[in-house]
């Protein structure tokens, strides 16, 4: 098997979604990895230790349009023979491998969450994290849309060589007039660790305890949907069916009642802490470990305890 | 301005999900079909806004049986000129984009919207198959779209951020939360949408590339264990020894 994983490292940083797309087509057969912009070899050669022998770039193409990685990838197959094509499943990997898969008539697994079986099949994410599809495709060649956070790439300390990819991609009919990053370190779906408070906080004024929660761990912070309708958080931090699905290993909530379009954003979570005063909160249902208490006294006790397990660990 | 908009039925949001035939189907026992909350919400309200400030028509798409007319009529009575049923069940995400590609080229529109995914599949590719297989350009997640004669100024998120970009019609687009604000029908609307044209075409012939075998449900969560609020440095134990998360 020959398969092609393209990533994106536009921002000059193999993110670890590559990283994990990366590992999962290692797992499957020989890795190209296909990418593109003026990201360095240093930075490139990443992308060995976990498991892929070469690289194509294409350091011509210095944005990210769909159209033209489509193009990118299809070009990076020709070349190599590959029957199968890895994305990250995030948001530009969406549109990017949704587009390779018309183009190439191959079937898209769309939110894979494990390696394909024996029988070919894989589990992908349907029902907004409330069930498993079994996905077969039906053609030659494939397209697999690899979930964020379902694996954990393992260094298998391999080199890699880098080879100059670039083919013709065609212009791009979109014009990028600006670009807007978020604040913060941590991208909420890439986190391995959220922080997450609703309507339970009872104002905007007093995220400051997630906020300090989330920095003692190194966590992103996350919302409910009502505290980003009402503008006390910004909506790129709303988790649930209709906003950000995360899998992080550990999600903290104080003051959400979990309702179950919430627990669709969340279901994926290895560990799920929640804090809430009412015994009869749905989201008990869904944890792990339950604190029945007020946020307001839990929070900062529980971020003393974590600032003291630090020190000594 | 000529819009199409992709319209698809998804259980409600609140259905219990079972599976039934040994976990092959869907149990629908009891399930209430809505319009999906993208393609309703923020698609076709948008579309409906662009239509109210700059004139044109209104086409709604659906793939799928004529058990979907009741969704459809949901969409006719929030604001849609008419719609279109392609005569087929919805099963594989590009034979579905294939049909609806299919009918864009050949009725020529300037936009045609979907909703960023649908609630039940959750896959996502609609927009990207309709543009690649149409050769034209795909806005993927966009939360803001103005026109100013045909060119676009689309908002878009990008991981870790936004991005404001520019193109001209024809093109593709899916659409998000903050594209519109929720239209709930008024009577005067649902006693038009009875009367607005639905029209049913017949599929022309594609092959699915996917297919679901089987589906299943997470593994029930074992009892929640409960942590006493004065006791932290135990839940930090805990989530360190035994959850391993931390």
Not at chain 2, 111 to 134: C, D, P, R
Not at chain 2, 159 to 169: K, S
Request: with cysteine; proline share 4%.
């Amino acid at each position: 098997m020959s398969v092609i994983v393209y990533i994106d490292t536009l921002n000059g940083t193999v993110a670890k979604s590559g990283l994990e797309a990366v590992y999962y087509g290692s797992k499957i057969g020989d890795t190209t990895v296909v990418t593109n912009g003026s990201v360095s070899d240093d930075e490139l050669a990443k992308v060995g230790n976990y498991g892929a022998s070469k690289i194509l770039i294409n350091r011509n193409l210095t944005e990210n349009n769909p159209a033209q990685l489509s193009k990118l990838i299809q070009s990076a197959v020709d070349k190599t023979g590959a029957d199968t094509v890895v994305v990250a499943y995030d948001l530009i990997g969406k549109a990017v491998a949704s587009r390779v898969s018309a183009g190439m008539k191959a079937g898209l697994a769309a939110g894979a969450i494990d390696l394909p079986v024996a029988d070919g099949t894989i589990k992908v994410n349907v029902f907004s994290g409330k069930a498993f599809g079994n996905v077969k495709v039906n053609t030659p060649k494939k397209v697999i849309g690899l979930t964020v956070n379902s694996l954990s790439p393992e260094e298998i300390g391999g080199t890699v060589t880098i080879e100059d990819f670039n083919v013709d991609c065609g212009t791009s009919a979109i014009t990028i007039k600006s670009v807007e990053k978020q604040e913060g370190d941590i991208l909420l779906t890439e986190a391995e660790l959220v922080v997450s408070a609703g309507r339970g906080l009872k104002g905007p004024e007093n995220w400051g305890m997630v906020e300090e929660l989330a920095q003692t761990l190194g966590a992103a912070t996350a919302c409910s949907r009502p505290v980003a309708d009402i503008g006390w958080r910004p909506h790129h931090e709303h988790v649930g069916q209709t906003g950000y699905v995360v899998r992080p290993n550990l999600y903290i909530a104080a003051g959400i009642s979990g309702a179950i379009q919430h627990l669709a954003g969340v279901n994926g979570s290895k560990t799920i802490v929640v804090i809430n005063t009412d015994p009869e909160a749905p989201f008990f249902k869904a944890a792990d470990y339950g604190i029945i208490g007020d946020a307001f006294e839990v929070l900062p006790k529980l971020n003393e305890a974590i600032k003291k397990f630090k020190a000594n660990n | 301005m000529k819009i199409l908009v992709c319209i698809s039925k998804a259980p409600d949001t609140t259905s219990k999900i079972l599976f039934t035939d040994g976990d092959t189907q869907f149990d629908e026992n009891g399930v209430q079909y809505i319009v999906n909350p993208y393609d309703e919400w923020y698609a076709l309200v948008r579309a409906l806004e662009l239509k109210e400030q700059n004139g044109g028509e209104v086409t709604t798409i659906t793939v799928g049986t004529p058990a979907d007319d009741s969704i459809i009529r949901k969409a006719l009575a929030i604001g849609a000129d008419k719609a279109v049923r392609v005569n087929m069940e919805a099963k594989d995400a590009y034979s579905t984009a294939y049909q609806i590609a299919d009918y864009a080229k050949s009725n020529g529109f300037d936009i045609v919207l979907t909703g960023k995914e649908t609630i039940n599949y959750n896959g996502s590719q609609m927009g990207g198959m309709i543009a690649e297989i149409m050769d034209l350009p795909y806005i993927s997640i966009a939360t803001k779209m103005e026109m100013n004669g045909n060119t676009a100024t689309i908002h878009r998120e990008i991981v870790g951020g936004d991005e404001v970009v520019e193109v001209n019609t024809p093109f593709v687009i899916s659409a998000a939360k903050g594209m519109a604000e929720q239209r709930i029908p008024n009577m005067r609307g649902i006693m038009a949408a009875r009367t607005k044209p639905l029209t049913v075409v017949e599929p022309v012939s594609c092959e699915e590339l996917t297919s679901f075998v089987s589906y299943s449900l997470p593994d029930t969560k074992s009892e929640c264990k409960y942590i006493d609020a004065d006791n932290m440095d135990e839940l930090v134990s805990l989530l360190h020894n035994e959850a391993k998360v931390i």
